[in-house]
């Protein structure tokens, strides 16, 4: 199953890079973001960039947002192309199909944030020197859990919603908004709840510090996404499928 | 293989408050075209699918090489190939992607992938467009290279949805010349649907007609020909038929059309007027009549009396 869903992978890498090198339909914008993310905002934020805590919350976003741009498309795109039926007729199974497609939208999430992280890296050690701040190793090796946690929290998400719309734009929209709605529930949560709950959870992420947040909420991702994945697994069966 | 390759019996197939499949029971041996014909939503590409695996019977049995596809669905789908109704192939890949990728999911070695590639881009005809994007291609391109992928593993079953459409008539040729040898030498079984009826009854040595999702007619395409005629009369006559004749004869109450048919006097009678009333008309006027009998039905006559029985061709 693990060389099947990586054959999917391939050919799905196949198809992104092939958008890429055309400039097609977005190949320009990626650019535009890698200039923007990995050198002009670098530049603007200064020697200490690498570590300011805000990453942490712009690196995960970043990774969510470029993975959901490829896990909408999933299978509802095969279904809008009249691609999936082909696919579900060869030997390959319904979970190495699904897995296959999670896999590659999640490495594209991650190797975009990645490469904008070096960049950037780069820039600031360029522009400032021996001024640039590193980033520590337990600094580093948290973010990269938080970004593949993310990454698969949100594939797992999209693949849903992906196999239920009849179209891939319909298929963005929808998760657009539950993207919207899944990042601004746990702020407008934490809004409603007594002042004394609140003072208490300020001081327990306080004492975790940072890359505890971050293992924390890796942690709670990853889980979110086994969940999902498996939702998504039951429900993509051949003879179940709507083949459009 | 001994027993057949595909085993059909009482298959019904509902979709909320459509039949599709109406107790069809057939079976298709191996080693031969197969043709499934039938009109625009007679229930042929649902048999495709129950037969992969893709969609289950409501209710009946289905064997597509010894196995179930509701159960074996794996294992049936690893021993066919497809072309569906819809082409399948990844447009923003290059005919070779396209191939590679299937070759892999095949599990071809690289060296046999390689070979397998170039031959049968080779023998369709598209090895020097091989890495342009297929989503340039024409519509027959396509077509040749989604066949291609259907063959690519060399699977001992082959499902293709109507191949030659949008193909011209030299490819169409062509490509009916692959599927005969790749039947008559390499023993694949290949089940065909198309609308193409001449197509229909030159390649296939079986054939199945279907009629909103019931099973109207199955056998040879000959057998399906015979005990029908299509409404004419061929008169061999010794002497007496002139133009004048034939002529007087089109005049004639219930004749709807005389005229020459190779050495014979060919009469499309309207309802009306029986032949022993045109035996002795023509005797009457002196045709020297040697045989008389009813015309056999072509294909397409068979085919549309089957699908459609108001057809206007009689048993």
Known sequence: ?????????????????DQFMRFRRGGWSILLVVFFLGIFVPLQLGPGWANFAVMFFYWPFLTSSMTSTIVSD?????????????????????????????????????????????????TVHVRYGD??????????????????????FVAGLGVL????????????????????????????????????????????????????IAWWTSAACAALAVVLLTVAIRRFRRGDVDLG | MTGPAIRVHDLVRDFRNVRALDHVTMDVPP?????????????????????LGLAKPTSGYVEVLGRNPAREGDAVRASTGALLEHHGLYERLSARQNLEFFARIWRMPRHTRDTRIHELLSRFGLWERREEVVGTWSRGMKQRLAVARAVLHRPPLVFLDEPTAGLDPVASASLREELARLASDEGVTVFLTTHNLAEAERLCALVGVVRRGMLTGFGTPDALRMGRHSGAILVTASA?????????????????????????LRIEVRNGVTTPDLVRWLAAQGVDIEEVRPERATFEEAFLSLVDPASGTTQ
């Open chain 1, 131 to 152: 001024r640039a701040e590193s980033m520590s190793a337990e600094r580093f090796f948290a973010l990269l859990a938080l970004l593949g946690a993310s990454a698969f």
């Open chain 2, 31 to 51: 080693g031969i075209v197969f043709g499934f014909l039938g009109p625009n939503g007679a229930g042929k590409t649902t048999l495709i699918r129950v037969l």
């Open chain 1, 1 to 17: 199953m693990i060389r099947d869903t990586w054959t999917v992978a391939h050919k799905e890498w196949m198809e992104i890079l």
């Open chain 2, 240 to 264: 007496g038929v002139t133009d004048a004749l034939i002529e007087a004869l089109g005049m004639v109450e219930g004749v709807a059309l005389a005229t020459r048919a190779g050495g014979d």
């Open chain 1, 74 to 122: 999933s299978v509802a795109g095969e279904r809008e192309r009249h691609t999936l039926e082909t696919l579900l007729s060869t030997r390959l199974s319904d979970a190495s199909i699904l897995l296959g497609k999670v896999l590659a939208a999640v490495l594209y999430g991650y190797a975009f944030a990645l490469s904008n992280l070096a960049i950037g890296m780069i």
């Open chain 1, 161 to 212: 919603v992906s196999l239920r719309a009849a179209t891939v734009r319909q298929a963005q929209q929808l998760f657009g908004v539950i993207l919207l709605v899944a990042t601004m529930l746990p702020f407008g949560l934490t809004q409603v709840l007594p002042t004394e709950m609140r003072e208490r959870l300020a001081a327990a992420t306080s004492d975790l510090g940072i890359e505890g």
